[in-house]
């Protein structure tokens, strides 16, 4: 059993955000290094786009078809997959692209912003306010569909964690499908009851932007670092991690990248020891 790091590359860079380099700033700050001498045996896949259309939306969403198929090798091979991709819906399109497609898998969305928005109620234009709504077929569902291979994650099946910038198209939608906005664990893990895996989104601007500040897009009164962990690892059956939303070149980048290397160190931690149940 290994951690299996995906590093997924999408040369996009909207609002002149650097979140595209999360992956290889996450590796550079030494992730893989410091799960070896944690006892973790660890894979690397380095997945990016290529051509005319590598920065177009049609390449992003073929960069989600590939981290699905990832994600599926991760989990044939018995290893925990952890999408490292600096683009929120890609990685979101991505897990729903896999295996874990579909019904039957829960979603945590740990995030300040529940990134529901649609072309039609978006007022930013911004791909990634939307990425969860085109992993659950709410948004690009033709992109999503014909050429990602995405099979919709469900709404029945999702929680928020931390979010509190919510745009009023995003509350609508909210209040019609009753999506809870849970603060422990417990309120997270009752959403995921009837679900057989769960798939746990963490954008780094979760946290209380007084503490970490991952983004120009980081906003105060969110979660402490503890409780963003204390979800982390106790997530009933976890079977895929993401980790999104670090500009490496924000002010206090560096401490976000070692909280961030922190996460997923303790998360592969639980993983390892059997305390996510399946």
């Given amino acids: 059993m290994s951690v299996c790091l995906i590093y997924a590359y999408w040369p996009n860079r909207p609002f002149g955000m650097n979140w595209c380099d999360l992956p290889l700033a996450l590796r550079e ?3 893989p290094e410091q799960l070896h001498k944690a006892g973790h045996d660890v894979v690397e896949m380095t997945l990016f786009t290529e051509g005319d259309e590598g920065e177009e939306l049609a390449g992003g969403f073929q960069l989600a078809r590939d981290i699905g198929g990832a994600i599926d090798v991760a989990r044939e091979a018995g290893d925990l997959p952890v999408v490292l991709c600096g683009s929120c819906a890609l990685a ?17 969305w740990c995030d300040a912003h529940p990134d529901l928005n649609t072309p ?19 948004a690009w569902q033709g992109m999503a569909t014909d050429i ?15 979010a509190r910038e919510i745009d009023s198209g995003e509350a609508v939608l909210i209040e019609a499908e009753k999506i809870p906005v849970a603060d422990t664990v417990s309120g997270v893990n ?39 962990r204390d979800i982390l690892t ?7 991690l993401a980790v999104t939303g670090l500009d490496s070149s924000a002010d206090g ?6 909280v961030a290397i922190d996460h997923v160190h303790a998360v592969a931690d639980a993983w390892k020891d059997g305390r996510y149940v399946t």
Avoid at 120 to 138: D, I, N, P, Q, W
Wanted: aromatic share 4%.
């Fill in 29 to 31: 700050a030494g992730l």
């Fill in 120 to 138: 039609e109620t978006s007022t930013s234009g911004l791909f990634e306010g939307m990425a969860l709504a085109a992993a659950c077929g709410r």
């Fill in 148 to 162: 990602a291979g995405a099979k919709p994650l469900s709404l029945d099946h999702t929680v928020l964690f931390g």
């Fill in 253 to 258: 980048a560096k401490e976000a990248l070692k």
């Fill in 190 to 228: 009752s959403r995921l009851s009837g679900t057989t895996h769960a798939y746990v989104h963490l954008d780094m601007d979760v946290h209380d932007a007084l503490q970490v500040r991952s983004n120009r897009f980081a906003v105060p009164d969110g979660p402490s670092i503890d409780a963003v």
């Fill in 92 to 108: 979101a399109v991505g897990v729903a692209a896999s295996e874990l497609g579909g019904s039957d898998t829960g979603t945590v």
């Fill in 234 to 240: 106790h997530v009933d059956h976890l079977a895929v």
